[in-house]
């Protein structure tokens, strides 16, 4: 959505709600499935036994393909990493010679998406001398589908691929009122957020219900996704019950009531950068992490003066208990339950993981400065340039640090070198910061900003500038997009780092739910309450 010039736009934003959920998940007693949660694993490794062996049965590598895709769709893939990377590693070694477009792009789609490069030259057969697309194909929707999603994959200079995307669009937007009604949704959701930037627990809730309508649906690998969603509530609601616990001790002590009290919005940002059951602590850590990250954002925004600012600042920096007496009362509390948290995370790791909270606590460091950068900024009225805003406050838009707290509970398979290179703050990482900032900036454009809000990037490109509000966010929007290609390409560029690169990956991700259509959906989360209900409390029914 694009504002005209002149546009009227709240001066400030609406006062935050209380929580939508109070108590609810300290409460809540899950209803009772129709199979014990034991009988539920045994049965789903008896499933995944069959799924192996129908993975084992396909004889070519359109039909392996084909059925990865499936298995990424239900949000099942997670059981079969080895297989499916086996297939990927292969395929990729593999000569590929097929007249189907659909075939061409998946197999172009999970392969760039797992970090194996694939040339856009394999979609030059489907063009014309023009340049253009055959016209045997511009009527094709399944076709046109794929290719659209397999084009977000683009990186830098890759303009074939931004023309096959608007190509795509065109060509679906102008058939979608004639589609059947299974491809029709897969149309309209891909048209809304093309599946490359879609959360796949998001996805899974639509997929569920259509897969058994595909021609070709296996019964064991729907009834596999099923028992394995709701084993992962089951799992997913006992870490919101002790999270919920945590914050209303936390929320009560330290009595900062002025900030955002959501808690359960938290976990459903933690659970977007790693769902699977292995990354409880994980996302345990991740969460509390983004619950200060909140705190902090809100005090240093909303309520604090400069000199409480400067106070709060020193405190972090030097990060000691010793530090509280600099700060004002109301802080205090605050500031050493902040201190006792990253402690009880180190309490948590192993004995050689524990140096990963130091990468945290230099994480939150440069947020607190950053935030303290953008305060001076608000109170002796400066309003910076845009590149200079920019840099400040992709920074406090608190995705730097995520992108290092995500790390710290992964378990054995982080390296320092991914410590580092997240800290840095670097390709992945900065876009992930980018996307994160001007995705907020729109929304708050529209929302309005908080009391102590510098000015946003919207605002100091409209200065700069001298242009309509309109322009700003186009600009913005095409920032976006090079943010994304440096996403994508630094799956190639940094083949050591995948595994964070990924996790990273999904929290840019995660920007497109919570910013969708420009709202803020994280502090105005009413419209959220459907979509967590689906996720953490309502079982798929068999």
Known sequence: MAFSHGATVPETAPAFHPTIWGDFFIHHSPETLQMSEECMKDRSNQLKEKVLGVLEACSTIVEKLTLVDTLQHLSIDHNFEEEIFTILRTTHASEFNSSSLHDVALRFRLLRQQGFWVSTDVFKKFKGEDGTFKV??????????SLYNAAYLLTHGETELEESILFARQRLESMKGDLESLLAEQVKRALHLPLTRTLKRVEVLHYMSEYKDEPMHNSSILELAKLDFNNLQCLHLKELKDLSRWWEDMYREVGITYSRDRVVECYLWSHMAYYEQEYTRARMIFAKIIAIMAMID????????????KQLNEAIQRWEESAVSLLPEYLQKFYLKMICTFKEFEDELKPDEKYRVSYSTKAFQILSSNHLQEAEWFHKNHKPRFNGQVKVSSICSGAPWACVGLLIGMGDTVTKEELEWALGCTDAVRACAVVTRFMNDLAAFKQGKNKYDVHSSVESY??????ASDVAFAKIGSMIEDAWKTTNQTRFERPELLP?????????????FWYDDH????????????????????????
């Open 136 to 145: 045997d194909i511009t009527n094709v929707p399944r076709e046109l589908l």
């Open 500 to 512: 964070a690169i990924q996790r990273v990956a999904n929290i840019t991700i995660s920007m497109m």
């Open 462 to 467: 409209i200065s700069e500038y001298g242009v």
């Open 298 to 309: 809100d005090t240093y925004d909303v309520h604090a003066t400069l000199m409480e600012c």
């Open 519 to 542: 709202k803020d959906a994280f502090t105005y989360s009413n419209c959220l309450e459907g979509t967590i209900r689906r996720l953490f409390v309502n079982p798929i029914p068999f």
